[in-house]
């Protein structure tokens, strides 16, 4: 199984990026996809996470109304729309995926706590003046 992320880079405030994230070696369908950032001295903290079938949905509170992730399931590829984009927005984001076998919130929780499922590499995000 492999995930790659891709499309950082340094943006100002209020732009938008759009990352990339390609699977290989998995059934996409089958699992949840989800974006996780790092901040530097900070924690994993869990960005969004979409079902690979029926499309469920969650955000995080500090992305919801800003983000948007989504799926195109022929090209085993999930994207994280990122519009107004605040310094604070500043990390390394991570793609990765669990087994769908419950809620999309519960199973995002999972990997955000939990060394669990198939992470890519992560893509470096910066939201600057």
């Known amino acids: 199984v492999q995930l790659q992320a891709f499309g950082g880079g340094l943006v100002q405030p209020g732009d938008s990026l759009k990352l990339s994230c390609s699977a290989s070696?998995?059934?996409?369908?089958?699992?949840?996809w989800g974006w996780f950032r790092q901040a530097p001295g900070k924690g994993r903290e869990a960005v969004s996470c979409?079902?690979?079938?029926?499309?469920?949905?969650y955000y995080s509170d500090s992305v919801k109304g800003r983000f948007t992730i989504s799926t195109d399931n022929a090209k085993n590829t999930v994207y994280l729309q990122m519009d107004s984009l605040k310094p604070e927005d500043t990390a390394v984001y991570y793609c990765?995926?669990?087994?769908?076998?419950?809620?999309?919130?519960?199973?995002?929780?999972?990997?955000?706590?939990?060394?669990?499922?198939?992470w890519g590499q992560g893509t470096l995000v910066t939201v600057s003046s």
């Open positions: 990765a995926a669990i087994w769908n076998f419950g809620p999309v919130e519960s199973l995002c929780n999972v990997l955000e706590t939990r060394d669990s499922g198939y």
């Open positions: 070696g998995i059934t996409f369908d089958q699992h949840v």
């Open positions: 979409i079902s690979g079938n029926i499309g469920d949905k």
